[in-house]
């Protein structure tokens, strides 16, 4: 922020392309807006360490530790994958289905029941896509 401050201000508040690409490159977010919309969102607990692209040699050091691992079996296979989801859409119809029973027994009247609905959410690792295979 340091960086692009000084910047605004020796440019007078305007920005050429070129110094909002290397200001871009050092890694440094640019918020434009007024000052109440400066805060950028983050989800959880903690905000990302960095929310630059990987580099080059991220993307390779991420494929070579990909071949290191398939030798292990950790990955799980296309067919898994499949059953996985099935088995999730059967789940989530299961409490569908659960809560139109209640709501029939809550007395609650038919119009309402055919909109009332539910919907299951995964978490952790599987919600992330770091999942292990049979996890």
């Known amino acids: 922020m340091k960086e692009m401050s000084a910047l605004l201000m020796s440019s007078g508040g305007d920005l050429s392309p070129e110094s ?46 990909i071949e290191a691992l398939k030798p292990f079996g950790v990955f799980e296979e296309e067919e898994e994958l499949n ?15 659960w809560i139109a029973e209640i709501s029939e027994t809550k007395n609650l009247p038919p119009s309402v029941i055919v909109n009332v609905g539910g919907k299951i959410f995964t978490f952790g690792s599987y919600r992330l896509g770091v999942h292990t295979k049979g996890a």
């Open 83 to 97: 059953h996985r989801l099935v088995v999730l859409g059967k789940l989530n119809n299961l409490v569908k289905e």
């Open 20 to 65: 909002m690409t290397a200001l871009l490159n050092t890694g440094n977010s640019v918020i434009l807006g007024p000052p109440s919309q400066q805060a950028q969102k983050h989800y959880g607990i903690t905000s990302p360490i960095s929310l630059a692209y990987p580099k080059d040699v991220d993307d390779t050091s991420t494929r070579r530790l």
